[in-house]
Every structure is written in structure tokens, then in C-alpha cells.
């Protein structure tokens, strides 16, 4: 069973920095991307930054120049690293693994909570 946990979420004052860690557990086989995504109250989910198996990486433009994606396999992990955060940035942070071998399937954490304060 796939199981995907995100840590590192927490209250920041604006212009400061949080990085993001997701660990994966259990076997995905043919990992496609990994992926950050964000919720903020009353806002539907969106991207903010995903990895593909040959690293290539996409930004939302809002995060572009401020949020790096990286992962290290090693470790199952992907990670996140927001500088220069905004007020704006306040949202649930989910991690998102898409698998597969035919059709795709996505797995996704429950999230960590990341607010920043002005």
C-alpha cells in the first residue's frame, strides 16, 4: 500500500522560508511524477510544482524564482523549498505521486499546513 506523508508545514512570517518534505512508503511501479499542490481556504486545489522521472520540472507562475522542487530517490522523498514567502502562499500543501504502467494513478497525502503571516 502506497502510503505518501508530508512534513516541514508551519507558521513563517512573510519573506521566510519552509522546505517541504514528502516520504514515500509502499512500491509505485513506474513512478510518471511527483508533484506539490496547494489549497487554500475557499480556493480550489491547484499545481504548484511538479518533477517529472527525468527531472524536468514546472512551476506555477506565481511560485516561479521563489519554490525549487527537487526528489531524491534514495530516499523516497520529494521535497519543496519556498523562499521569499507571501501571505498568499498560506495553503494546504499536498504531495502527489503519479504511477503506472498503463493508466495512470495518482496517489496523494493528506497535506501539511503551511501559513504565513504578514
Known amino acids: 500500500q502506497v502510503q505518501l506523508v508530508e512534513s516541514g508545514g508551519g507558521l513563517v512570517q512573510a519573506g521566510g522560508s519552509l522546505r517541504l518534505s514528502c516520504l514515500r512508503s509502499?512500491?509505485?511501479?513506474?513512478?510518471?511524477?511527483m508533484g506539490w499542490y496547494r489549497q487554500a481556504p475557499g480556493k480550489q486545489r491547484e499545481l504548484v510544482a511538479d518533477i517529472t522521472k527525468s527531472g524536468s520540472t514546472n512551476y506555477a507562475d506565481s511560485v516561479k524564482g521563489r519554490f525549487t522542487i527537487s526528489s531524491d530517490n534514495s530516499k523516497n522523498t520529494v521535497y519543496l523549498q519556498m523562499n521569499s514567502l507571501k501571505s498568499e502562499d498560506t495553503a494546504v500543501y499536498y504531495c502527489k505521486v503519479v504511477g503506472g504502467w498503463i493508466a495512470s494513478i495518482d496517489y496523494w497525502g493528506k497535506g501539511t499546513l503551511v501559513t504565513v503571516s504578514s
Open positions: 509502499g512500491s509505485v511501479g513506474n513512478i510518471r511524477a
